[in-house]
T-cell receptor, first 112, second 113 residues
């Protein structure tokens, strides 16, 4: 199993541009999550999904959108990039019956 | 509001010098407390899950313990490869399907040879 994979690893965006951060898992996990990690801060939950077709907001959802059309994939969309979205983004997943989340390698995003 | 505080922010040890990292938390109805290791430029790597006070788990040189207010990550005879940032997180009660893992800011551990 590859576990949780994320693409791209690094991206530079200009203010106002859009992009999609990709996340996939091959562990048949029901739950998937998107976090952002800013320097010196704890990870903050952006959005999560408990299954295909079901998504919900986390702690910091403004400026982001998600969709979950399959069990495997959970893309995060940035519509109008802002400097405040410069961060490292992590995707995570877990099975329904266990609380432990497993993380991907992250996408580093720089908005200039 | 659920809170997690980790201390110290940074810790430097000599190889073989045992120590402990602290994670203090406030949450009403703990569903789980998690320890992760994070290397620079990498995603958090799962270490332990603890569910109830008194529980302990071990893995190689690491041992995690849990009380009703805090958790400790004990590192015995550390090696340079144990250098990393250690993250603590708590999962509160399931409130209407809300999912929220609250993370601390982490403790950066450096082990010198």
């Amino acid at each position: 199993n590859a576990g949780v994979t994320q693409t791209p690893k690094f991206r530079i965006l200009k203010i106002g541009q859009s992009m999609t951060l990709q996340c996939a898992q091959d562990m048949n996990h029901n739950y998937m999550y998107w976090y952002r990690q800013d320097p010196g801060m704890g990870l903050k939950l952006i959005y999560y999904s408990v299954g295909a077709g079901i998504t919900d907001k986390g702690e910091v959802p403004n400026g982001y959108n998600v969709s979950r059309s399959t069990t495997e994939d959970f893309p995060l969309r940035l519509e109008l990039a802002a400097p405040s979205q410069t961060s490292v983004y992590f995707c995570a997943s877990r099975v329904r019956i266990q609380e432990t989340q497993y993380f991907g390698p992250g996408t580093r995003l720089l908005v200039l | 509001e659920d809170q997690v505080t980790q201390s110290p922010e940074a810790l430097r040890l000599q190889e073989g010098e045992s120590s402990s990292l602290n994670c203090s938390y406030t949450v009403s109805g703990l569903r789980g407390l998690f320890w992760y290791r994070q290397d620079p430029g990498k995603g958090p790597e799962f270490l332990f899950t603890l569910y109830s006070a008194g529980e302990e788990k071990e893995k190689e040189r690491l041992k995690a313990t849990l009380t009703k207010k805090e958790s400790f990550l004990h590192i015995t005879a550390p090696k340079p490869e144990d250098s990393a940032t250690y993250l603590c997180a708590v999962q509160g009660p399931d409130q209407g399907g809300s999912e929220k893992l609250v993370f601390g800011k982490g403790t950066k551990l450096t082990v010198n040879p």
